[in-house]
T-cell receptor, first 114, second 111 residues
Framework: DGGITQSPKYLFRKEGQNVTLSCEQNLNHDAMYWYRQDPGQGLRLIYY???????QKGDIAEGYSVSREKKESFPLTVTSAQKNPTAFYLCASTPRGRRNTEAFFGQGTRLTVV | AQSVTQLDSQVPVFEEAPVELRCNYS??????LFWYVQYPNQGLQLLLKYLSGSTLVKGINGFEAEFNKSQTSFHLRKPSVHISDTAEYFCAVSDRGDMRFGAGTRLTVKP
């Protein structure tokens, strides 16, 4: 079945460490997104990519970095510059240029700083 | 950029009662509107979407929503809720290539 796979489901990070969250899709979608979810704040857009080797900052990109070397993969790195990284991270995808199509989501990664 | 406002952060209701979850958006151009549901520690699933045509949209699990252009609203309704409807619900708008979400409404259905 086609879908989006995020891994790991739970991730613990020590202060000062960088960590990378994986997102892979086999839907043949061009566009991929990373959202951060905090209680009471909904989903906030971190980065998105409409095509391979290109990506744009969302509303809260500071302290995060991404790459898009392959159509299927859009990993997110949470750097030590992100002061409050504990959150639930969701990856999503849509066909590029198709505003009338819903986003497909992964199951999320819960990141906790210890 | 467009924005989405969900007017209620929490909605408690009793089982078999009707429910309405409110959503307003700000955009002067044509938009596409969506409602998603999220169960604990999971991703989001699509409930329904408005693209064009009839302003009353029916979705899964007995939910429906009405698009009101003059009031820029897209409220979600269900005539009779079940315990299993307890979840977080998100309204979303798609405009120029990215999708923006509201802050979410936590629906709690009590027996």
């Amino acid at each position: 079945d086609g879908g989006i796979t995020q891994s790991p489901k739970y991730l613990f990070r020590k202060e000062g460490q960088n960590v990378t969250l994986s997102c892979e899709q086999n839907l043949n979608h061009d566009a991929m997104y990373w959202y951060r979810q905090d209680p009471g704040q909904g989903l906030r857009l971190i980065y998105y990519s409409q095509i391979v080797n290109d990506f744009q900052k969302g509303d809260i990109a500071e302290g995060y970095s991404v790459s898009r070397e392959k159509k299927e993969s859009f990993p997110l790195t949470v750097t030590s510059a992100q002061k409050n990284p504990t959150a639930f991270y969701l990856c999503a995808s849509t066909p590029r240029g198709r505003r009338n199509t819903e986003a497909f989501f992964g199951q999320g990664t819960r990141l906790t700083v210890v | 950029a467009q924005s989405v406002t969900q007017l209620d952060s929490q909605v408690p209701v009793f089982e078999e009662a009707p429910v309405e979850l409110r959503c307003n958006y700000s955009s002067s151009v044509s938009v596409y509107l969506f409602w998603y549901v999220q169960y604990p520690n999971q991703g989001l699933q699509l409930l329904l979407k408005y693209l064009s045509g009839s302003t009353l949209v029916k979705g899964i699990n007995g939910f429906e929503a009405e698009f009101n252009k003059s009031q820029t609203s897209f409220h979600l309704r269900k005539p009779s809720v079940h315990i299993s409807d307890t979840a977080e619900y998100f309204c979303a708008v798609s405009d120029r290539g990215d999708m923006r979400f509201g802050a979410g409404t936590r629906l709690t259905v009590k027996p």
